[in-house]
């Protein structure tokens, strides 16, 4: 017996400006900068990792920040939107803090439920749906976001697909099902497959138009998606499945996690990681994406490394807010 999918264990997209992009998921959404360290398959750049308290999957948003990547095109094979699970009675808190951050938001019902959309600074669709499931906990250190508005982690995915057939084949293959399906004209179809059982991130939203064009990577645009293996065991049974039907690629350590990558046939890259290691391996808890942290084959280039990065300052101000009341200044000279 296979392990199954749960849901999703991060989406990677990419960025332009560093700062910008880190000032927007932590000083806006809330979200927590768990993990800075560079792109391992481009040594030269940033690799950002945003999530809960700890980064656990199926909360974490991933970014490679490219400072002169010029601006991607969402089209067909590709993921239009990324939405994230927010508590019920959260929706009207978030109109008005995106709103005081010169946001424009839209309004929009999907399967019956309210979707809050709206575009990062680099135009990636980011979603926040109000759920049920979704149980309020506290929010991350450092975010001034209350724990009952918090963001909880995914809620799914929407993929632009030119035709429907082989990725629902491949879906179906990982367990998930189709489970809802609006809309009836030729390129306001969509379809929702999701797998059992309430997980982070389990909803993929499939919308189809075949007269879609194909899109083009770049800033605002996702890379890949990646979904929940429990452990490398669990990964290896999934390989062995998948490669019957797909390229897939060996394992690769990404150190906080191992992985697979293959394509699915409309063309966006899926990957399947591990819930271990986890982004606790090579930082304490309190001081999580603080500094910058590569892996030990690249240690010796560390100085060289950090010549090509460009600086950035982090925000520490809510927690020093919690610890001490008012002193922002202390999170400032941190
Ligand atoms: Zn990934």
């Avoid at 490219?66 to 089209?75: D, F, L, N, S, V």
């Amino acid at each position: 017996m296979k392990t199954p999918i749960a849901g999703l264990h991060h989406v990677t997209a990419i960025a332009s400006d560093p700062q910008r992009n880190l000032d927007f998921y932590t000083q806006v959404l809330g979200l927590r900068f768990v993990k800075r360290t560079i792109n391992f398959d481009d040594p030269g750049t940033y690799h950002f990792y945003f999530g809960d308290d700890t980064g656990k999957p199926g909360t974490i948003l991933t970014f490679f920040p490219w400072p002169h990547a010029r601006k991607g095109q969402m089209g067909a094979g590709e993921v239009i939107a990324t939405a994230f699970s927010i508590p019920v009675g959260s929706k009207e808190f978030w109109h008005d803090r995106l709103k005081a951050n010169g946001i424009a938001v839209q309004e929009h019902t999907r399967f019956d439920s309210q979707v809050i959309s709206f575009s990062d600074r680099d135009g990636m669709v980011i979603e926040l749906v109000e759920q049920e499931e979704a149980h309020p906990g506290a929010a991350p250190r450092y975010s001034d976001v209350p724990g009952s508005k918090a963001i909880q982690g995914f809620y799914g995915v929407t993929l632009l697909e030119r035709s429907l057939e082989d990725t629902e084949t491949v879906l179906e293959i990982m367990g998930l099902r189709k489970v809802a399906e609006e809309g009836n004209a030729e390129n306001e179809r969509l379809i929702r497959f999701a797998p059992e059982g309430y997980a982070l991130g389990r909803f993929v939203d499939i919308k189809l138009d075949a007269a879609a064009r194909h899109g083009r990577m770049g800033a605002g645009t996702v890379h890949h998606i990646a979904f929940r293996n429990t452990d490398d065991a669990a990964q290896a049974e999934w390989r062995r499945t998948l490669a019957r039907y797909l390229s897939v690629t060996p394992v690769q350590d990404r150190t906080y996690f191992h992985s697979i990558y293959f394509r699915e046939p409309g063309g966006v890259l899926f990957e399947m990681a591990t819930d271990n290691p986890g982004f606790l391996i090579d930082e304490p808890i309190e001081s999580l994406g603080e500094e910058l942290r590569i892996p030990e084959w690249y240690e010796p280039n560390r100085s060289a490394m950090e010549a090509q990065i460009l600086p950035i300052t982090l925000h520490k101000a809510a927690v020093a807010k919690e610890e001490t009341a008012t002193d922002e200044t202390i999170g400032a000279s941190r």
